[in-house]
């Protein structure tokens, strides 16, 4: 199975900030890799995929990068709405697999 | 307007068995594979399964935690998927979504439900 690690596990950033979140495979995924945001008490929402296109509808301060083994998402500048937990997904091969999530707090 | 609902879930006992359903609207259902993810209490999401189209013969997929006690299935005359639960163990516990597989040769979820509790207790 390919292990996803995300660091960090949490964060607290201001409004403003620029925020990276990354997420790193055990083995290579070959930009088989999505990006999904969770607000508290709601369903998951798609970011990401395909390691940097956007999924529509979501607002262009996100991004995201990488290649390999390496990703990240980034946040060009933090909005009070933005408070979530975040999470990585891998789809090149079964079992599909998440990271552990990384929840980003509102300073 | 792509709407995904769950429904079926509630309180078992430990051995006991489960159907889950998810009712899908606003897209060509029959085109698409669909998947099953669950989320225990405060914890991160796991993948339960997958079942792939017609086009793929229905074929499935599990995690290994849930495969030969877990089934996916779907009947796209009715828009429907399911999930049957047998032999249910306290760790089974946890919030059940499904989720639209967004095309193929992505293969990332696009679309969630809102999720079916399920609570396996004595």
């Known amino acids: 199975d390919i292990q996803m690690t995300q660091s960090p596990s949490s964060l607290s950033a201001s409004v403003g900030d620029r925020v990276t979140i990354t997420c790193r495979a055990s083995q290579g995924i070959n930009n088989n890799l999505a990006w999904y945001q969770q607000n508290p008490g709601k369903a998951p929402k798609s970011l990401v995929y395909g390691a940097s296109n956007l999924q529509s509808g979501v607002p262009s301060r996100f991004s995201g990068s990488g290649s390999g083994t390496d990703y990240t998402l980034t946040i060009s500048s933090l909005q009070p709405e933005d408070s979530a937990t975040y999470y990585c997904?891998?789809?090149?091969?079964?079992?599909?697999?998440f990271g552990q999530g990384t929840r980003l707090e509102i300073k | 307007e792509v709407q995904l609902v769950e429904s079926g879930g509630g309180l078992v006992q430990p051995g006991g068995s489960l159907r889950l359903s998810c009712a899908a609207s606003?897209?060509?259902?029959?085109?698409?594979?669909m998947d099953w993810v669950r989320q225990a209490p405060g914890k991160g999401l796991e993948w339960v399964g997958r079942?792939?189209?017609?086009?793929?013969?229905?074929?499935?997929e599990y995690a290994a935690s849930v495969k030969g006690r877990f089934t996916i299935s779907r009947d796209d005359s009715k828009n429907s998927l399911f999930l049957q639960i047998n032999s249910l163990k306290t760790e089974d516990t946890a919030l059940y979504y499904c989720?639209?597989?967004?095309?193929?040769?992505?293969?990332?979820?696009?679309?969630w439900g809102q999720g079916t509790l399920v609570i396996v207790s004595s």
């Open positions: 997904q891998q789809y090149k091969s079964y079992p599909v697999t």
């Open positions: 989720a639209r597989v967004a095309t193929i040769g992505t293969y990332h979820l696009d679309y």
């Open positions: 606003g897209f060509t259902f029959s085109d698409h594979y």
């Open positions: 079942t792939r189209n017609k086009a793929n013969s229905y074929t499935t």
